[in-house]
């Protein structure tokens, strides 16, 4: 398990698979603006800045093999 996670850290910028559950990839978000639509603020226009997430993809067969 170590070694997946080490192999993953140093290929984590391109993405990378773990074999037999799924894949995980970089994604990068715009930059945006939004209303804020409740609390103290409400109503309040703010900028969001622009992110890098990483987004997780079960393959097809782990997520049958889960949800029967």
Do not use: C, H, W
Not at 40 to 57: D, Q, S
Request: aromatic share 8%; charged share 25%.
């Amino acid at each position: 398990m170590e070694a997946i996670a080490s192999l993953a850290y140093a290929n984590a910028a391109d993405g990378f698979v773990i074999p037999g559950i799924g894949k995980v990839s970089v994604r990068q978000t715009k930059a945006r603006t939004m209303v804020m639509a409740f609390g103290p603020r409400k109503g309040e226009t703010i900028n969001v800045v622009a992110k890098t997430k990483l987004k997780f993809t079960f393959l097809k067969a782990a997520k049958e093999e889960i949800l029967g």
